[in-house]
C-alpha cells in the first residue's frame, strides 16, 4: 500500500509548523531570449549563450579571446536586426510562445490530473533562469519536479546543457526535490501524429507546395563523431513523419540550419538546398522546423526571411514556413500525454488514499 505523501517536520528556531503535502512540478525549458531587440541587451545573453561549453567546445582561454575579442564586439548588432524583424507587441515571439505553450499545458494537466502537477517555464540563457526557477519551486513547496528541455532531439548542445544547469540549481539546494529529466522525445507516438496533423492542417489551409524540406538547427559533425546522437535522432523524425504522412524520399528531405564558423557541420546545409532546389525547378517550396517547438529567431528569420529571399534569387518562386506547433491542441495533448507517462508513479495524497 502506497506510503502518505504528507510530511511534517520542525522549522528551526521557531516551533512546529508543516510542510506543505508532496506537491509535482513540470518545468519547461527553451533557449531563451534577450530581453529586448537591441545590441546592449543582446550582448549578455550571446555571452552567456556561446560562453557554454557545451555550445562551444574550443579550450576555454582560446574560445574566451575569440568570444570577448571578436564575437561580442559584431555579432550583437546584427543579432539585434534580426530580432527586430520579427519582435512583437508582446515582446520576443519565443518567450511569447512559450509562455502560451506553458499556460496551455498547465489547463491540460489540471483537466487530466485537476491539482496534481504545477507547470513553470524557466530559459536556459536569460530569464527566468533554471536556477532561479527551481529555487522558487522549492520555496513553494514542490517536491517532486519533471524537467521537459523543449527540444524533441538530444543534443548535448541543447539537452546536455539543460540538464547541466538543473545539476548546477540542485547543488544549492540542502534538501533537493526528487529529479526526473526526459532525454528527448523525438519518436514518441503522439510528437509525430502532432507534426504531421500540423502540417496536413497547413496544406488544407494554403495548399501544398512541390516538396517538403524539414530543416533541423545543425551542430558540427565533430559533435557526432564524439557520441552525439542528434543527427541520427533527426533522421529517425524524419523518417518516421515521412511515412507517417505517405511521402517518398524525393517529396520529403532534410536539412541542417544555422551554421556558424568554419568547422564542417551537419550537412546538407539548409540555405545550399533552398538554392539547389530553386535551380532545380522547385517552384513551390514548403519549410518546416520539427526541432523547434516554439517559433523564434531561427525560424521566423533565418527560414521564414532569409531563406525564402535564397529560394526566390535562385528562381524558385515561393517558400512557406509551416509554423511550429506552438501551443496548437495538437502539442499541448501530446506533451501532456508524454508528461503524464513519465511522472507515472508519483501518487498524490488523495490517490493514495483510495488506492
Not at 532534410?254 to 551554421?259: D, G, H, L, T
Request: proline residues 6%.
Amino acid at each position: 500500500m502506497p506510503s502518505s505523501n504528507h510530511y511534517t517536520g520542525v522549522a528551526s528556531g521557531s516551533g512546529e509548523s508543516s510542510v506543505p503535502s508532496v506537491q509535482a512540478a513540470v518545468l519547461l525549458v527553451n533557449l531563451g531570449t534577450p530581453t529586448a531587440p537591441t545590441a546592449s541587451a543582446v550582448r549578455p545573453y550571446l555571452a552567456e549563450f556561446l560562453g557554454d561549453s557545451r555550445v562551444i567546445d574550443y579550450p576555454r582561454w582560446l574560445w574566451w579571446l575569440i568570444l570577448h575579442g571578436v564575437i561580442l564586439r559584431i555579432r550583437p548588432a546584427r543579432s539585434a536586426h534580426a530580432y527586430a524583424k520579427i519582435w512583437t507587441a508582446q515582446g520576443s515571439p519565443l518567450r511569447v510562445g512559450s509562455e502560451a505553450l506553458s499556460h496551455a499545458l498547465q489547463c491540460e494537466l489540471d483537466h487530466r490530473r485537476p491539482g496534481d502537477f504545477r507547470v513553470a517555464l524557466a530559459m536556459r540563457y536569460g530569464e527566468p533562469s533554471v536556477a532561479h526557477t527551481i529555487a522558487q519551486l522549492q520555496r513553494d513547496g514542490i517536491r517532486r519536479l519533471l524537467v521537459l528541455p523543449l527540444y524533441p532531439q538530444y543534443s548535448a548542445t541543447s539537452t546536455g546543457s539543460v540538464i547541466d544547469a538543473v545539476a548546477d540549481a540542485f547543488k544549492q539546494l540542502r534538501w533537493p526535490p526528487e529529479l526526473r529529466i526526459i532525454n528527448d522525445y523525438h519518436d514518441d507516438s503522439g510528437h509525430i501524429e502532432a507534426l504531421a496533423q500540423g502540417i496536413e492542417r497547413w496544406w488544407q489551409m494554403n495548399g501544398r507546395g512541390d516538396k517538403l524540406l524539414l530543416s533541423f538547427h545543425g551542430i558540427p559533425e565533430r559533435y557526432v563523431r564524439l557520441g552525439d546522437p542528434y543527427a541520427d535522432q533527426c533522421q529517425a523524425t524524419a523518417r518516421l513523419l515521412r511515412n507517417r504522412l505517405r511521402l517518398t524520399d524525393d517529396e520529403l528531405l532534410i536539412s541542417f540550419q544555422s551554421r556558424v564558423g568554419r568547422e564542417r557541420w551537419l550537412h546538407p546545409y539548409t540555405d545550399a538546398t533552398v538554392r539547389e532546389l530553386a535551380a532545380g525547378g522547385v517552384k513551390k517550396l514548403d519549410v518546416a522546423c520539427p526541432g523547434f517547438a516554439v517559433d523564434c529567431l531561427e525560424t521566423l528569420e533565418e527560414i521564414a526571411m532569409q531563406n525564402r529571399d535564397f529560394f526566390v534569387a535562385a528562381g524558385g518562386e515561393s517558400l512557406r514556413y509551416i509554423p511550429a506547433l506552438n501551443d496548437s491542441e495538437e502539442q499541448v495533448d501530446s506533451l501532456a500525454t508524454l508528461l503524464l507517462r513519465h511522472a507515472q508513479g508519483w501518487a498524490q495524497p488523495h490517490d493514495a488514499a483510495i488506492s
